[in-house]
Every structure is written in structure tokens, then in C-alpha cells.
């Protein structure tokens, strides 16, 4: 973003530490040393433990006040007193604007965007647990009052993986950044996580190694006891007081000695390393979740409540189109649901070495185009050495479908898909194919309910 108006995107970001920091853009790319924020009155500006940062006007005064998010705490703003090239900001922070009964906005960041597209932009909110909720914005877009959280994706809770492996569901630490990813006109949301992979280190230790890692763990144990822990409270009572009155050279001096306290212990734990058989990798994945329009969550739903169009013993195939009728240029979709027996696993629609993909080819009438088919993200299950993207439970694909505008009404039109799938268990694979049909009238006024699809 351009923090003082000069024309050249710089980037602001908070850190572990409730420090902040300016990267003054110097064009082309390029970017200055970082810059600690401070207050107007020169003390570095607190935005709360791994903060993050976003700036907007909050205050309709025609210039950038800084929001900031944490990991521990709720969010928080400090007004620009300065002008929109210069900015100054206020010590004091202030909570973010609610309406009544609405209680305060806590998470680990907070991004402002249109995201329900009334051209107002909201908050979206990451948390520490992986949840992320929206709070829309009531006021406007330049002073916002944002409503009580509404939650667009629940915490997965938590999912321990060997290293080496995909996870099935996002971890903790949640980061998000609001973009339209698939370019279909809504904005979806991109997660940052935070997922701890196991490994094993070594054998199982012998009876003297176990002896002897007993020893340095009640070294270790003596050196920190209850005065250890007392004296690093104490410091860090005094780091954060140094640091809240700018005193930079006291925090020096207080970090030199609390990094003096560690190195015994860190000592102590670099004799017991070799001694571990399991070890922890800290690793980021990014995850897509697409913001589906309101009729594919009518359709989605509708679609599990008609007669099957085919059944086996471990699938069955439903189909429901949007429209009965449909006017000249307008789009619409039809739906494909697998419902998939417990225990069974049927694959995803890219091809693959190890797998055959489920398919659903359509036959369209002159006149009709495949806008898109989407298909939800399916689970990357590592099968050797090939990662097979798999579907359990139920699944369902939408294709859009767009008429000619030059087609003629009082038509009708008949569209046909064949679909196929490979339903799995353990080293038992079967196949299984349909053909479904239906027809849509073409009317000048667009149509009304939805229709189930005949399987031929």
C-alpha cells in the first residue's frame, strides 16, 4: 500500500514483538531499510503480540489510520493526527468501532475488504485456532462501525502429520488475504497456516543413554527453578516498560542479559538433542477456499433430495439443473452429486498416473457452451510416492452452462453427460459409469424452479 502518497506502493508489517515497520518503497521494485513506526511523540508504536498491520481510513478525515491485529488480545486502531503524505499517529489506541451488543474483533489479522459486494469494504479475520469469521460493515466504507462475527470457516482443529505428508485441513495461525482467485467475479479468501510435522530422529535409546539423558533433564530441571523463572518475569517486566518509554538502549542492555540467561540452558538442551527420537518441523501451507455464489449452495443442498440417477453398492449418482426454462444469453447450472459409501474414495477430475479421474462428459445442443465445471478441492492422499487427490462421503461438481443469445425461444433443448468414476478402498478398485439427461425450455421470460436430471 502507499503509505505517504507518493505514487509508490510501500509495505508495513508488524512482528512477533508488538514492534511495526515501514519498508519505504523506492520504486522499481525496490525497497529501504526497515523503518520502526512511531508515535507522534517518537515511541514506537504497540500493535500487540505478532501483529499485523492494515491501513485505512477510519475516521472519514481523508487520511490512513493503522489498524492492527495480534495473536493475543483484540484489535485496534490508532488515528492518523498527521495529513495522508505525512502521516502522524496517536499513542493511544482505540478499539475497532462496533455496533451495540456487537462485543470487540479479535484475531490473529484482519484484512478490509468488499467481501459481501455492497462497495463496502468489511473485515475478515483470521484467528490463532484457524477460524475465520467475517464482520460486515454497517457504516461506510471511509468510517467504519463493523457488526458481531459471522463465521465463514470453523477451526479444524488439530491434526498431527509426519513430515513428508499433506495435511487434510489447514492448521493454526490463520492468515488470510481476501482476492477474487479463480476470477469469477467473487472474492475468495487465500489462508496462511502454521502445521508442526513429526520425523523420527534415531533408534529407541539404550538403558545407558536413557540413564544418562535422565541426568542432564535434572541438570536442567535445577537450573530452572522457581528463581530462574522469577528472573525472567522480572526482566521482561522491564524489557516492555524500556521499550514503552523508547528507552532503546536500555532494551539492549536487557536483551544482553536475558540471552546471557539462556545460554547455560541452551547448553544443556544441546547435549540432550542427540538424545531425542522424535523431532518437530515447523511448516506454512497456503489454502484456496472459493466463495461460492448463493444459488450453488441452494443447488449443492437441493440436489441431495432427488431420486437417484444411479446407484451401486458404493455410489450413488444425483442430478439437478437450475432451471426448468431459460431465456436467450442467460447462464445456468446443473448439478452432479456422488455420494460416496463409507469407507470407499472415489478420485478427482485431473488426470493422474495412479488413478483413473472421475469424468463428466457433456453433450450440448447447438446453441449451449461450458462456461466452467467446478469441482470442490479435493484431499491430497500420498499413495507411495504419488499424491492422489480423492473425494470420501459426498461430493458435488456444478457446470455453468451459458445459452446463445442468437438461439430462438419456444426451443426445446436436451443436454446429455456421460460420467464415470473409479470408486477405492484399500487395494480394491471398482468402476462405475452413468448417462444422464435432461432438457430446458428457452422462454424470453427466464425461468423459475429447479428440475431433477433423467439418468439414461
Request: no cysteine; proline share 9%.
Given at each position: 500500500?502507499?503509505?505517504?502518497?507518493?505514487?509508490?506502493?510501500?509495505?508495513?508489517?508488524?512482528?512477533?514483538?508488538?514492534?511495526m515497520y515501514l519498508f519505504r518503497g523506492l520504486g522499481k521494485g525496490t525497497f529501504a531499510k526497515a523503518q520502526l513506526l512511531k508515535d507522534k511523540d517518537g515511541k514506537p508504536l504497540e500493535g500487540g503480540y505478532c501483529c499485523t498491520t492494515e491501513m485505512f481510513d477510519m475516521d472519514a478525515d481523508g487520511d490512513l489510520d493503522l489498524a492492527c491485529a495480534s495473536r493475543i488480545g483484540t484489535a485496534k486502531w490508532f488515528r492518523n493526527v498527521g495529513t495522508r503524505?505525512?502521516?502522524?499517529?496517536?499513542?493511544?489506541?482505540?478499539?475497532?468501532?462496533?455496533?451495540?451488543?456487537?462485543?470487540?474483533?479479535?484475531?490473529?489479522?484482519?484484512?478490509?475488504?468488499?467481501?459481501?459486494g455492497d462497495g463496502i469494504r468489511d473485515l475478515v479475520v483470521g484467528s490463532e485456532w484457524g477460524q475465520v469469521v467475517w464482520?460486515?460493515?454497517?457504516?461506510?466504507?471511509?468510517?467504519?462501525?463493523?457488526?458481531?462475527a459471522q463465521q465463514?470457516?470453523?477451526?479444524?482443529?488439530?491434526?498431527?502429520?509426519?513430515?513428508?505428508?499433506?495435511?487434510?485441513?489447514?492448521?493454526?495461525?490463520?492468515?488470510?488475504?481476501?482476492?477474487?482467485?479463480?476470477?469469477?467475479?467473487?472474492?475468495d479468501i487465500l489462508l496462511g497456516d502454521f502445521t508442526s510435522c513429526t520425523y523420527s530422529t534415531r533408534a529407541p535409546l539404550t538403558k545407558k543413554e536413557t540413564k544418562e539423558k535422565k541426568a542432564l533433564e535434572n541438570e536442567l530441571d535445577q537450573l530452572q527453578n522457581q528463581a530462574y523463572y522469577d528472573e525472567i518475569n522480572r526482566l521482561n517486566k522491564l524489557y516492555w516498560a524500556a521499550k514503552k518509554a523508547g528507552n532503546l538502549k536500555e532494551v539492549e542492555a536487557i536483551k544482553a542479559k536475558q540471552a546471557a540467561m539462556r545460554r547455560p540452558a541452551d547448553k544443556l538442551y544441546s547435549k540432550l538433542r542427540p538424545f531425542r527420537t522424535t523431532g518437530y518441523k515447523s511448516h506454512g501451507w497456503v489454502w484456496f477456499y472459493r466463495q461460492t455464489p448463493a444459488r450453488d449452495v441452494a443447488l449443492t443442498e437441493k440436489v441431495l433430495?432427488?431420486?437417484?440417477?444411479?446407484?451401486?453398492?458404493e455410489v450413488t449418482l444425483r442430478s439437478l439443473a437450475s432451471h426448468t426454462?431459460?431465456?436467450?444469453?442467460?447462464?445456468?447450472?446443473?448439478?452432479?452429486?456422488?455420494?460416496?459409501?463409507?469407507?470407499?474414495h472415489?478420485?478427482?477430475?485431473?488426470?493422474?498416473?495412479?488413478?483413473?479421474?472421475?469424468?463428466?462428459?457433456?453433450?450440448?445442443?447447438?446453441?449451449?457452451?461450458?462456461?466452467?465445471?467446478?469441482?470442490?478441492?479435493?484431499?491430497?492422499?500420498?499413495?507411495?510416492?504419488?499424491?492422489?487427490?480423492?473425494?470420501?462421503?459426498?461430493?458435488?461438481?456444478?457446470?455453468?452452462?451459458?445459452?446463445?443469445?442468437?438461439?430462438?425461444?419456444?426451443s426445446q433443448l436436451t443436454l446429455a453427460g456421460n460420467v464415470r468414476w473409479q470408486v477405492c478402498r484399500e487395494l480394491l478398485c471398482k468402476l462405475g459409469e452413468s448417462r444422464i439427461m435432461t432438457s430446458v425450455a428457452v422462454s424470453r421470460p427466464a425461468a423459475g424452479k429447479s428440475t431433477s436430471v433423467d439418468s439414461r
Open positions: 500500500m502507499d503509505f505517504d502518497a507518493d505514487g509508490i506502493d510501500d509495505v508495513i508489517t508488524g512482528s512477533i514483538y508488538e514492534d503524505s505525512s502521516p502522524e499517529f496517536d499513542p493511544v489506541s482505540r478499539p475497532l468501532p462496533m455496533e451495540k451488543g456487537a462485543g470487540s474483533i479479535a484475531g490473529s489479522n484482519a484484512t478490509y475488504a468488499d467481501w459481501d464482520h460486515r460493515n454497517l457504516g461506510q466504507d471511509n468510517k467504519p462501525t463493523f457488526s458481531a465463514l470457516i470453523k477451526a479444524p482443529g488439530f491434526e498431527r502429520i509426519k513430515e513428508g505428508e499433506v495435511p487434510r485441513v489447514h492448521g493454526s495461525r490463520a492468515k488470510v488475504t481476501i482476492v477474487d482467485y479463480d476470477q469469477d467475479g467473487l472474492l433430495s432427488v431420486e437417484p440417477a444411479a446407484t451401486t453398492e426454462s431459460v431465456s436467450p444469453g442467460q447462464e445456468f447450472q446443473v448439478a452432479v452429486s456422488f455420494q460416496i459409501a463409507n469407507g470407499w472415489i478420485y478427482g477430475p485431473e488426470k493422474g498416473q495412479s488413478y483413473i479421474p472421475t469424468t463428466i462428459q457433456w453433450e450440448l445442443p447447438e446453441g449451449m457452451t461450458i462456461k466452467n465445471i467446478h469441482w470442490p478441492q479435493p484431499f491430497p492422499v500420498r499413495q507411495g510416492k504419488a499424491i492422489q487427490p480423492t473425494y470420501k462421503k459426498t461430493v458435488t461438481a456444478l457446470a455453468t452452462i451459458v445459452v446463445s443469445k442468437d438461439i430462438k425461444p419456444s
